[in-house]
């Protein structure tokens, strides 16, 4: 029992992750209909921008610690979403503008993804680094089941952007015109929504939570490499089409799927068996339900 | 006369000169491997074409019906022909590899096309980004298997083929793998423009252009699918088989989502739907490899961004939806290429 409890609060920590990354790939696809394949390494980049602000912020600076994690979180997501919009500016805007088939611009948004990798490789080499402890962490001990303080805080952190964003979508005017884009491309620009700036917008959104999830990741597992944003960032794109892709609930839903069937695998059989297990149980999933959990099946007019 | 036999003739004259050039060695063992890595990459580039160009789906995980093409005929081949920790002495003389060679890498592709239901049989109801999904999905279950599977090596990979080549080459002095590679990639160019132009092929196109349009206008698009799946798969596990033989190694990281990605960017680089297209840029993107080789980690930020300008400016590709003979019309007078 305590162990399943414990394995609970793992599966909630790692779908988080997931759940952060798949909910940037949602927005972009809900509103462009683009798989944004450069994610899982914009999340990567971020990982990095946190580990350069809170070295600058702890060791050049000498700030105490919370302070540095206070001024790293808004500066990690400010800047990684730069890194979003400029690839949106550079290579997706003007693919767009001429009207270039929609997988030519999945296949931009792939060579992206190597270039910042690669990049990073180039620059700052192969090794490994480590992130500095930002705050200390305290391991709490409750009828067996053991947390820390940083756990508690990347569930509650992936919570509290999950509703920022469904409270985003639902209920503000630019949700309401992202919602708008995603329903007719054509007719939005007619009604006075401005179209880039919208799509702007979601770049900010989505990049920037992908800079957040890479801070809490930096925090939580503090090795940083340039491959670290490939497989995740996969893993979260497929999270986030279970949970039917579009739709800010299913990227949510399907993170914490994924997490907490990768953590039960781990659990109870051999970890090599993770990814076999993990992506039948989604093919599985997507073979009974075509569109995901939350995707809405689209009639289709001749 | 000429324009009826011109094609035959000049692949008979490319790969005949390819051949004597090897058997010469005035061509050094490097120049022979990229040749042979290009029949490769021409023979995936096409097979994906069929299902991401003529079909219109999005199929992201080729590698992965590589990766079942290679182990299956590798194994096949060490447990039948070659000496072996594994597998113990050789079932049958290995005097008759070079016989049995080709139906090696047959069974491979032939294994890879049914791993290729893996994807087509979900492909009945779901489509588009969620297939994409699917198939890389399926690409990460196919490595995660074979790396679980410990009396083949698991991932450390599993090695023992360049034994078959060397019965080969004792049996008859001539280099085997060049040739096999050579005639393989021409079966598959054939095959793929066969398929294509037949009336069963049409259907294929028709599903690209509108899939409830064509299943209203009596064409059966899940029998179509099925067979256009199987026929992609098991071309790529050819290609696998070929891939496995000429480095005479085979482990299950070499078919992650990056050769996946390789494959993907030959076919977009050559234009959707076009057969020459896709031979035309494998070749220039194995070259291209090649050349930027000295440059090293730098060589991956170079092609991305290379791609990225030839997408800002040649958003179809090098052919887009065209073949060689709609291009230059005067080519017409002097080949006919079924």
């Known amino acids: 029992m305590e162990n399943l409890v414990q394995n609970i609060i793992n599966a909630l920590q790692w779908g988080s992750f997931y759940a952060l990354i798949a909910l940037g790939y949602t927005l972009v696809y809900g509103v462009l209909t683009l798989i944004n394949f450069a994610h899982g390494d914009v999340f990567m980049v971020g990982a990095y921008i946190a580990f350069f602000s809170a070295t600058f912020l702890l060791t050049t600076l000498g700030l105490p610690g919370w302070i540095a994690l206070a001024l790293c979180i808004p500066l990690t997501m400010i800047l990684t979403a730069m890194v979003g919009v400029t690839l949106e500016r550079i290579a997706y805007r003007p693919l767009r503008n001429k009207g270039a088939h929609r997988l030519y611009v999945v296949i931009t948004a792939l060579m992206c993804g190597l270039i910042l990798e690669h990049a990073n490789l180039a620059i700052f080499g192969a090794s490994r680094k480590a992130f500095p402890p930002l705050i200390a962490e305290h391991v709490y001990t409750i009828g067996g089941v053991t947390f820390t303080n940083l756990k508690i805080a990347v569930i509650a952190t992936a919570f509290l952007a999950f509703m920022f964003l469904h409270w985003m979508v639902t209920k503000t005017r630019v949700g309401m015109a992202m919602r708008a884009i995603s329903y007719d491309k054509f007719a939005v620009p007619l009604l006075g929504i401005p179209l880039d700036q919208i799509i702007v917008v979601t770049f900010i959104l989505g990049s920037g939570f992908a800079g957040l999830a890479g801070l809490l990741f930096a925090m939580s597992y503090p090795v940083l490499e340039p491959y670290m944003g490939a497989l995740i960032g996969w893993k979260a794109f497929i999270a986030a089409v279970v949970g039917g892709i579009g739709d800010i609930r299913g990227a949510f839903l399907g993170g914490f799927l994924l997490g907490t069937v990768e953590i039960m695998v781990v659990a109870f059989f051999p970890s090599t068996y993770r990814d076999l297990i993990a992506f039948t149980v989604l093919l599985v999933i997507l073979t009974w339900k075509p569109t995901g959990l939350f995707g809405i099946a689209k009639t289709t007019k001749i | ?338």
């Open chain 2, 1 to 338: 006369m000429l324009r009826r036999y011109s094609v035959h003739l000049s692949l008979a004259t490319v790969g005949g000169l390819i051949i004597y050039l090897a058997h010469q060695e005035y061509l050094s063992l490097y120049i022979m491997s990229v040749l042979m890595f290009m029949g490769v990459n021409i023979i995936l580039s096409t097979s994906l074409n069929l299902v991401n160009g003529y079909m219109g789906e999005f199929s992201c995980g080729h590698a992965g019906f590589m990766c079942v093409g290679a182990y299956v005929s590798s194994l096949l081949g060490v447990w039948l022909f070659a000496n072996d920790k594994v597998f113990g002495a050789p079932l049958l003389n290995p005097k008759y590899t070079l016989y049995a060679f080709p139906l090696l890498i047959l069974v491979g592709g032939i294994a890879a096309a049914f791993a290729g239901l893996l994807v087509a049989i979900p492909s009945y109801k779901t489509r588009g980004d969620y297939l994409a999904i699917i198939t890389l999905a399926s690409n990460y279950i196919i490595i995660s298997v074979i790396e679980n599977i410990g009396a083949i090596g698991g991932s450390r990979g599993f090695m023992g083929m360049k034994q078959l080549i060397s019965a080969m080459e004792k049996r008859v002095d001539l280099p085997w793998m060049p040739i096999w590679v050579f005639l393989f990639t021409v079966f598959c160019i054939w095959l793929m423009r066969r398929y294509i132009s037949s009336t069963f092929g049409k259907g294929v196109t028709a599903i690209c252009q509108d899939e409830v349009a064509a299943e209203i206008m009596s064409v059966n698009t899940n029998k179509i699918k099925t067979i256009t799946f199987m026929v992609s798969s098991g071309m790529a596990g050819i290609a696998g088989g070929l891939f496995a033989y000429i480095l005479g190694y085979v482990n299950p990281g070499s078919f992650n989502i990056l050769k996946s990605t390789e494959v993907l960017v030959m076919v977009y680089l050559g234009g959707m739907a076009s057969l020459s297209g896709s031979v035309l840029s494998a070749i220039l993107f194995t070259i291209l490899l090649e050349l930027l080789r000295p440059l090293q980690i730098i060589k991956w930020i170079v092609i991305p961004l290379l791609l990225i300008i030839l997408m800002q400016f040649r958003p179809e590709g090098i052919m887009g939806n065209r073949e060689l003979g709609d291009i230059f019309p005067k080519l017409k007078k002097f080949y006919r290429f079924k």
